[in-house]
């Protein structure tokens, strides 16, 4: 059974205090942030029916939203999703030899995972980083001005730091 | 060189916390401002001539005067930032180095508008920024500037920042506040108008970050004097994130007064096309506003310089004009393809419909595949009349501006570059290998010899 810890929930009760009484379904975006980054990356039924829950709303509820915005996982993902920027500014700038280099490099297309469960591309549009581009999000920050040298380094770092 | 007001202190080592900022002269506007009356303040935006930084370009002080005050219910103040047009990152730039600045726009405006909670609704993909905005937050709380009863006048405020979690559709306003209570992003039918029916069925403004953060400098110099600043309805100073095929990318304050072969060219801006190359087009106020062949983007059909300001860069319509938008100045040089650039766009509105328009979700799947199509060499002349009669029914007919927005940059592509479209599909072979190049548009621009 899934659970958030005791520290989470109040994290969760100062969340629903920011509006109105009876209002607590605002917090529904904000708590599947936490869901997805608490269990595994992603949002099961069971994830969503214990908001669900949490929030007094019905499930379907959570599901409409869920599987609105681009940012909740629907499915496992890797422990690092690559999310690269492909829209024009982007293009402009050669995202679009980046995304083939990193298929190549890892042997995956878009929306696929590496065997060993590490890495997940995930091609995305406009994150609002036009200025630094070629781009990608990697978890909470973004990674700018890419080159293939700088893709090598950031898989090599990130393989190394999970052997440890 | 442009005069900077809201970018003046961007520079100082430290400004992103609370010492610095107010030693620099931070939150003096509230200090003014919880003096006068909140109508009066509404008065000094009205002077100032300030528009809406987001985009739709709207008179700030008019949308704040239509506020409805019915006895007994809370009103809200909403910032926007849900930045994600395309080519726009200014509101990032403001919030990651000046967070108090914008803060100390949101107290002013929620005691002008009488907001006593008011969101910050950031993009999801922003996820460190709200870490800063909290911090700033907790600052100016420590220091008096929010909570209960600030600087004694009996007037509450909390600011509360919510991350959005991936969705462009809500950066318009009403889908926005619909995101804020926890559902899907989609627009509502208007009206009734958020001022009248907003947040929780509540009166509510929601303004751009940009916009929120200009009251500072309006109050601190008086509408009068903010007006004086800029040319015609384009007052004040304007952000502008620059990207594409420039020098120097970024974000840079201007005033207005600038032509756009000087913004583009001069060192103290853009600095010029990497590797001396030419020019071939432009957005130049995100990727929604009509994409410009050169010639039509520095000199206007009469003749004229263009200017950065609004009235210039739309001088002539859609027909050989665009706009302002959001300030995303996105620069093609010469080696870039209107075909596969276009495709991109239409790519990312299809992604970003949220569907419930039958125009724009099905009418902007149709344009990703035609131009889809064209640009992998599978297109037929009459694709081009297609697209055209693609994106004319789309625009006009959605509940929200997302529909026009994707019609735009296609209608403006076929508009200007139809040559293009047509080399494509005549040489599907050809256009694999190479691109169509600058053709007619370089005459008469060239290269400046700086």
Known sequence: MKQFSAEQLNQVQAIIARYPEGKQKSALIPLLHLAQETFGGWLDTETMDYIAALLTIKPIEVYEVASFYSMFHMKPVGKHVFEVCQTGPCMLNGSDEIIAY??????????????????????????????????????????EFLTKEKVDQIIEELRTASKH | MSK???????????????????????????EKALKMSPDDIVEEVKKSGLRGRGGAGFPTGMKWSFLA???????????????????????????????????????????????????????????????????????AKANGWLGKNILGTGFDCEIYVQRGAGAYICGEETALIESLEGKRGNPRIKPPFPAIQGLWMRPTVVNNVETLAAVVPIINMGGDEYAKIGVGKSTGTKLLSVCGNVNKPGVYEIDMTISVEEFIYSDAYCGGIPNRKKLKACIPGGSSVPILPANLLLKTAKGENRMMNYESLADGGFATGSMMGSGGFIVLDETQCIVRHTMSLARFYNHESCGQCSPCREGTGWMYKILKNIEYGHGKMSDIDL???????????????????????????????????????NNPVEAQTRNYGLAHYADPIHVPTV
């Open chain 1, 102 to 143: 990193i298929k190549e490099k890892l042997g995956i297309e878009a929306g696929q995972t590496t065997a060993d469960g590490l890495f997940t591309l995930k091609p995305v549009e406009c994150l609002g980083a036009c200025g630094y581009a070629p781009m990608m999000q990697l978890g909470k920050h973004y990674k």
């Open chain 2, 4 to 30: 900077k007001i809201l970018l003046e202190h961007a520079h100082i080592e430290g400004i992103r916390f609370y010492e610095t900022y107010r030693k620099n002269g931070g939150y003096r506007s509230v």
């Open chain 2, 69 to 139: 005050k019915p006895e007994g219910v809370p009103r809200h103040l909403v910032c926007n930032a849900d930045e994600s047009e395309p080519g726009t990152f200014k509101d990032r730039y403001l919030m990651e180095f000046l967070p108090h600045l914008l803060i100390e726009g949101l107290i002013v405006s929620s005691f002008a508008l009488g907001s006593n909670a008011t969101y910050i609704y950031i993009r999801g993909e922003y996820a460190w920024i709200p870490d800063i905005l909290e911090q700033a937050i907790a600052e």
């Open chain 2, 387 to 425: 697209l055209w009669d693609v994106q004319r029914k789309i625009e006009g007919n959605t509940i929200c501006p997302l529909g026009d927005a994707a019609a735009w940059p296609v209608a403006a592509a076929i508009r200007h570059f139809r040559d293009e479209f047509e080399w494509h599909i």
